[in-house]
Each structure stands twice: as structure tokens, then as C-alpha cells.
């Protein structure tokens, strides 16, 4: 009779530290990064003007047998000009990058990448920002990695740091490089 | 000198008033809707999806660019005749289910739907057992207390000098 008493006034208790386990968990977490609905689908469709090849368009089957960063930037998004010389320098280092211009007008976008250098291999021209919606983008910078079946397997959101870069984005590119042509792109 | 003051007033309330109106135009996104119903439609919509960048406010509330980039897309969507639950899939499916402000039922979202409703019953059912105990043990007690200070009381005369 006793020992039930005791355990029924230690129940708060247990209430209690397994509420402040569940809040102390979210602490740190920053709410503004939300989970991506995109992860472990494909690119979506698109078919969109190359900034600064006048004429000549890029499609997302195009993009298809590489792992690349896609990397969404704009000339207006100040977190941009922060990550550009992260970016810049591994392009240097053969990491492959496409750029997604977001929401821009190309003489700005093309005048930035003059003055702050280039790391896109190629850079998507999305001035009405329909394929930003389709990635389902909420902000810039955003970088998606994509494997070589066109799938994407990982969404950063913010600025990409020479930390997170060798903490997360590395390994994943190197782990997807590795796989190769699996069986999730075949179904 | 006062006219010369009362002008530049005058011109300054011009001035105040226009960049209000100004910006009061630019705030309001302007859709163009064939039936009352379907301005309804597109309100009722735009309320219960959440604006991904500002996270607590509605699609409606919202006028950040993203919010505005969603508005117009839901608009064109409506008027190529989708449904209500075909706009809302189309937005789960490039934001996540954080975009509806009704999340759907899956195991995830569990204890967000039942929590309240078990907190609720397991609360009213203690505090029940509880009142039964209550209601329940006194009229046990009772005659053992009253015998046992009967019995105090009787000690306690019996102890009495007379």
C-alpha cells in the first residue's frame, strides 16, 4: 500500500523529467530549418534559359549521371554574398555546383558573378522563381545535392560554411559518389 | 511668412498622404475572381496554409515574397479548375505538411491530434477513482474513530477524580 503511494507521487516527477527531456531536445534547434518534402524524389521537371548563353536552355534530364550541388542564390539575398567564396573555393577543389538564380534579373546576376567569381558550372535562369517553387524553396541561400539518377538526397538551407560543408555535405557526396547508379533511380 | 508656412504644411500632408496610399496599394495583392464563391474559395484557402518563410502567419496574413509567389500560384491553379484538396496536395508536395495549418492524421502527428484527447480522459478518469475512494472509505472509517475516541473519552473520565 505504501510503496504504491510512493510511486504515485514520484508520477509528476516522471511527468515532468520526460517534458523537460522533449524541450530540452528542441532546444538548440533553430524552427526556421523545416524538413524538406523533396528528399528522395526526383528533380522536378523543368526547362529553363542558361544565364549568360543567350539562346540556350537546360532541362533537368540534362543534369542526369553526376553528383552535383545545386545551389540557390541570389543577388538580392545578402546570406549569398556571405557563402560565394565558401562555394568559389570548392569549385576550386572539383566539386561539381550548379547555380539555381532565384527570383533575379540576369544583368545583375551575371554583374555579381563578375565581380565575386564564378563556381557554377552552369546557372539555371529562374526569374519567375517556378522552379524554386516546384523545389519547393522558401528562402536563399538553399543547396540541394543530387545524386546521379536525379534524385535529390539532401536540402541545406542557409549559408554554407566550410564547417557544415566538411560535417555534412562532404560525406554525403562522397557516400552517393560511391554508390553510383543504384537501384532508386530504376523504379 | 505664415502663408509661406501653412503652404509648405499643406504640401507636406500632400506628400504624407500619397506615400500612404502608395504603399497602402502595394500591400494589397489584387486577384480578379469570376463568382463570389470562388473568392470565398480562394480565402478559405489561403487561410489554413501556412506561409512557410513567416512561420505564424496564414498564406492570407502573409506578405513576404514567398507567400505572394504560393498566393499567385494557388490563384492560377484555381483557375485551371483544380480542387481544393488538389491545391493543398500541390503545396504538401513541394513544402511538407508544414504548409497546412489542419496537419493530416499519420504517426507522426499522433500525439499532436490524440495528446489533449488521452491527457483529457486519463485526468477525468484518476480524478473519478479518486472521488469514488473518497466517497467510498469515510463511512468505513468512521465507526472505528468513533469507537476509539469513545474509548478515549471513557479513559479519560474514568481517570477524573470525583
Not at chain 1, 564564378?118 to 541561400?141: E, H, M
Not at chain 2, 500612404?20 to 480565402?43: C, G, H, M, S, W
Request: glycine share 6%; charged share 20%; hydrophobic share 40%.
Amino acid at each position: 500500500m505504501n510503496q504504491k503511494k510512493t510511486w504515485l507521487y514520484l508520477l509528476p516527477l516522471l511527468v515532468f523529467v520526460v517534458l523537460g527531456a522533449l524541450l530540452l531536445n528542441s532546444l538548440g534547434k533553430d524552427p526556421q530549418l523545416l524538413p524538406s518534402a523533396k528528399i528522395g524524389k526526383s528533380l522536378p521537371n523543368f526547362k529553363l534559359p542558361v544565364l549568360g548563353e543567350e539562346g540556350s536552355f537546360i532541362s533537368a534530364e540534362q543534369l542526369k549521371g553526376q553528383v552535383f550541388m545545386l545551389n540557390v542564390w541570389a543577388t538580392w539575398c545578402p546570406s549569398c554574398r556571405i557563402e560565394h567564396p565558401v562555394l568559389n573555393q570548392l569549385a576550386a577543389e572539383g566539386v561539381i555546383i550548379y547555380g539555381l538564380n532565384y527570383k533575379d534579373t540576369p544583368d545583375d546576376a551575371l554583374n555579381y558573378l563578375q565581380t565575386l567569381g564564378n563556381p557554377y558550372k552552369k546557372v539555371i535562369s529562374d526569374t519567375r522563381g517556378d522552379l524554386g517553387l516546384d523545389l519547393g524553396v522558401y528562402g536563399a541561400p538553399e543547396t540541394y545535392l543530387v545524386d546521379a539518377n536525379g534524385i535529390i538526397i539532401y536540402r541545406h538551407v542557409g549559408v554554407v560554411t566550410q564547417e557544415n560543408w566538411l560535417s555534412t555535405l562532404k560525406p554525403l557526396l562522397e557516400q552517393s559518389r560511391h554508390t553510383g547508379t543504384d537501384e532508386r533511380g530504376k523504379k | 511668412m505664415p502663408i509661406l508656412l501653412s503652404v509648405l504644411k499643406i504640401g507636406f500632408i500632400v506628400v504624407l498622404l500619397s506615400i500612404k496610399a502608395l504603399t497602402a496599394e502595394a500591400a494589397i495583392d489584387v486577384y480578379d475572381f469570376n463568382t463570389p464563391e470562388q473568392e470565398k474559395r480562394f480565402q478559405t484557402l489561403t487561410e489554413e496554409l501556412r506561409c512557410p518563410k513567416c512561420q505564424n502567419q496564414t498564406l492570407a496574413d502573409s506578405n513576404a515574397d514567398i507567400s505572394k509567389d504560393l498566393k499567385a500560384r494557388i490563384y492560377t491553379l484555381m483557375s485551371e479548375g483544380k480542387s481544393d484538396e488538389e491545391i493543398t496536395d500541390y503545396l504538401v508536395e513541394r513544402y511538407g505538411d508544414f504548409v497546412r495549418y489542419r496537419p493530416p492524421v499519420n504517426p507522426l502527428t499522433l500525439l499532436l491530434w490524440f495528446g489533449p484527447l488521452v491527457l483529457f480522459l486519463s485526468t477525468a478518469f484518476i480524478l473519478l477513482w479518486r472521488l469514488r475512494r473518497m466517497t467510498k472509505t469515510p463511512p468505513e472509517d468512521t465507526p472505528t474513530d468513533a469507537t476509539r475516541l469513545h474509548d478515549v473519552i471513557r479513559q479519560y473520565s474514568d481517570h477524573t477524580p470525583q
